[in-house]
């Protein structure tokens, strides 16, 4: 959560060329497929629901931060979530500020990419969580300009598919769920303007927790939502940090609003540390029983425990398996692969 100012230099290095940059209809997504079979998503009370009105789960990974793990953008990193992960959705960490290499630095490059994973990810047939990774500072309002930038193009382009969700602010912090409200509630009319349909997802304050781990209670949000509709609150947790009392918050605010946990660890908040599998596996249960979405942090080869790959992975081509894995990551490419309940 408190994410990595740096990473490894070899990694902030790393640039490859997109996969494809040609426009994918959603007619073209395999049949079969997660996005194919439950089409364009919607909320459905504090449910998540496919085109025929079915609460579904969706489980996958999130990228690290495009513009230091790109390199990990290859076809048999694609292959492997899509193929041996059985994954439903892929979350593309697009981060914003110029201090952590991002958006900033270069606006038509970053937009660029994304439009390169979200047309990738179409193709296989998966869902993409478009990530505005706002989080250094933590007032989304400091973007905004930017943001509607950015997402008036991403839902120009996209408007016609049914697998995109998108996520208009990361991990809100050291500001006030008022200031994020209002942030919101600019940026979903931005986005409607182009795409009516469409996901989409807010952060929270306090690190996307409903302000828990600003000590706040969630009456707060609960109390004062985000005027929208087909719109979803994000929740974020690292198991070896956020203990008993985050899995009630989750549990009180998924019966009172929509939820996703858009990004979760099984280790500490900083993404390194000791996997805490045990109390990963209640919140496991509790998504699972409450049908709240996921997207499990990160699908790279970091050399920080909370990515699943070892450090090397992406300079190769083998992805499958578990050979290649960190513990966190055997541990969640089983869950993942479980069997969905569509």
């Known amino acids: 959560m408190a994410w990595l100012k740096s990473v490894v230099a070899s990694a902030a290095a790393v640039v490859v060329l997109p996969l494809t940059s040609v426009p994918t209809a959603g007619a073209a997504m395999p049949a079969g497929s997660p996005a194919a079979v439950n089409g364009q998503l919607k909320v459905c009370g504090v449910q998540l629901c496919n085109k025929n009105g079915k609460a579904v789960q969706l489980r996958g990974m999130s990228t690290h931060g495009i513009q230091w793990f790109n390199g990990c953008n290859k076809s048999q990193w694609w292959d492997a979530l899509q193929n041996d992960w059985k994954a439903d959705i892929v979350r593309v960490a697009m981060y914003v500020a110029a201090n952590e290499g991002g958006y900033e630095t270069n606006p038509r490059k970053f937009t660029d990419l994304m439009h390169s994973y979200i047309e990738e990810a179409t193709r296989r047939g998966l869902y993409v969580l478009v990530d505005w990774h706002q989080l250094d500072p933590g007032d989304p309002n400091v973007h905004t300009a930017k943001a509607k930038t950015f997402f008036k193009e991403i839902a120009q382009r996209h408007k016609d598919k049914t697998n995109i969700i998108y996520d208009v602010a990361n991990e809100p912090n050291g500001t006030s769920w008022s200031r994020v409200k209002s ?84 280790q500490m908040a900083s993404g390194d540390g000791a996997n805490d599998f045990a109390m990963s596996q209640k919140f496991i249960d509790l998504m699972k029983r409450k049908k709240i979405s996921w997207t499990n942090w990160n699908f790279s080869d970091d050399p920080r425990s909370g990515a699943v790959f070892k450090q090397g992975t992406c300079s190769g081509t083998s992805f499958s398996g578990t050979s290649k894995l960190k513990p966190a990551g055997v541990w969640v490419r089983d869950i993942v692969r479980s069997q969905d309940e569509w």
């Open 183 to 266: 942030y919101a509630e600019q940026m979903v009319p931005v986005i409607r303007a182009e795409d009516s349909d469409s996901l989409i997802i807010s952060g929270t304050h306090g690190w996307s927790t409903f302000g828990h781990s600003d000590r706040e209670d969630p009456s707060v949000v609960l109390n004062n939502k985000v005027n929208a509709t087909n719109f979803m609150y994000s929740f974020h947790f690292y198991a070896n940090e956020h203990r008993d009392d985050y899995v009630s918050v989750l549990d009180r605010v998924s019966s009172k609003v929509p939820v996703f946990v858009t990004e979760f660890g099984t």
